[in-house]
C-alpha cells in the first residue's frame, strides 16, 4: 500500500528530524508535528492518533471515518456523504479528562440518548442541567484531537437548542473535526488551548457566528472558509466573523456557533473535507504509486 508506505516513511523522517532537535522538548515536538500531520491528512490514515510516551490511556480506540467523495474538495461547496463510522456506539453527555496523556478518538454524538443521572460526571462550578455538554474532552499536558459525528436528532432537554461541544488542552494542541448529514443539528463548540494550537474543521452547512481570540498567535481561515465569510471586526486579537449565507437568517432558525480561544498558539478554521496535503507530498505520492504500479 503506497499511502501507508508513504505515512510511515513521513513518520520515520519526523522521528529523525526531532532526535536531531538539540532541544529539552524534542519529543514533545516530534509528538506535535506527527499529530498535526494526522490531522491535516486523515485522508491517508485515520487510525494513528499519537499520544505521550508509555501512555496507558483508557479511552476507547474509535473507529475510522470514512473516505470522503469530493476529487477537489476545496472547489466545492457541496457537503460530503456523511457517514457513520461501523465500530462506534452513539453516546451523550460523554465527559473525558486526562492529566499527563492525549486525547483521541471518533464519536458519535446522540442529543436524544437520556443518560440515568448516577453515570453523568459533576457539573463544573456555575454550569447547570441547561449548559451541560453533550461531548467534552479535556488534557492538562497533552493534545486531544477527536472527530465528532452528529446526529439530526433532538434533545430530550426542551431549552437546549443547539448539541454544545467543548474541547481543550492547557499545554497542548486541540484538534476538532465535525460532521453532520445536513443543517442540523446545530452545534456550538467551545475550543481552547493556553499554550497550543486551536485547529477546527466545521461542516460545509455550517452558518453562524464565530468569535476567535488569540493573544500571541494568529487567526486564520482556509481559503474555501473565507470565501463563505465576513469578517465583522478584527481588534486586539479578537476576530469577529460570520460564516454562511447571512441573506437567510431569521429568529426562527437557530444558528451553529464557535467560540476559539489560544492565549499563546494560533487559531486555524477549515471545512471538514478540504484536501490540505502540500504539494511536495502530493508529488511525493506520485512517485510511490507510479514506483508500486498505482499510477
Known amino acids: 500500500m503506497p499511502i501507508k508506505i508513504l505515512t510511515l ?4 523522517f519526523l522521528y529523525w528530524r526531532s532526535s536531531n532537535m538539540r532541544l529539552h522538548t524534542c519529543a514533545d515536538k516530534f509528538l506535535e508535528l506527527l499529530n498535526r500531520f494526522l490531522f491535516y491528512h486523515h485522508h491517508l490514515t485515520t487510525d494513528m492518533y499519537v499520544s ?28 460530503p456523504p456523511f457517514v457513520l463510522p461501523d465500530s462506534v456506539k452513539p453516546s451523550n453527555y460523554l465527559s473525558l ?10 464519536y458519535v454524538i446522540d442529543p ?16 447547570n442541567e441547561d449548559t451541560r455538554s453533550n461531548f467534552y ?14 446526529l439530526d436528532k433532538v434533545s430530550t432537554n426542551d431549552s437546549k437548542k443547539r448539541v454544545l461541544l ?19 443539528p446545530s452545534f456550538e463548540l467551545k475550543s481552547s488551548s493556553k499554550n497550543g494550537d486551536v485547529n477546527v474543521k466545521i461542516p460545509r452547512s455550517f452558518r453562524g457566528p464565530v ?21 465583522f471586526s478584527d481588534v486586539q486579537g479578537v476576530k469577529r466573523i460570520f460564516v454562511g449565507d447571512m441573506s437567510t437568517r431569521n429568529e426562527g432558525i437557530v444558528e451553529d456557533s464557535l467560540f476559539l480561544e489560544s492565549a499563546h498558539g494560533s487559531i486555524r478554521i477549515y471545512f471538514e473535507d478540504e484536501d490540505l496535503t502540500p504539494p511536495i507530498v502530493k508529488s511525493m505520492i506520485g512517485i510511490w504509486s507510479k514506483m508500486f504500479g498505482r499510477g
Request: include cysteine; proline fraction near 9%; aromatic fraction near 4%.
Open 9 to 12: 516513511h513521513t513518520i520515520a
Open 52 to 79: 505521550g510516551p508509555d501512555t496507558k490511556s483508557e479511552i476507547p480506540e474509535a473507529g475510522s471515518p470514512p473516505p470522503y467523495a469530493a476529487s477537489d474538495p476545496s472547489s466545492s461547496s457541496s457537503s
Open 97 to 106: 479528562s486526562q492529566t499527563h496523556n492525549s486525547l483521541r478518538g471518533t
Open 112 to 127: 436524544s440518548l437520556e443518560i440515568p443521572s448516577e453515570y453523568l460526571p459533576p457539573l463544573p462550578d456555575g454550569e
Open 137 to 150: 474532552a479535556r488534557s492538562t499536558h497533552g493534545n486531544v484531537n477527536v472527530d465528532l459525528y452528529l
Open 166 to 184: 467543548c474541547t481543550s488542552s492547557a499545554h497542548g494542541s486541540v484538534y476538532t473535526t465535525i460532521h453532520r448529514a445536513d443543517t442540523r
Open 211 to 231: 468569535t476567535g481570540t488569540t493573544v500571541h498567535g494568529s487567526i486564520m481561515m482556509s481559503d474555501a472558509v473565507s470565501s463563505q465569510a465576513m469578517v
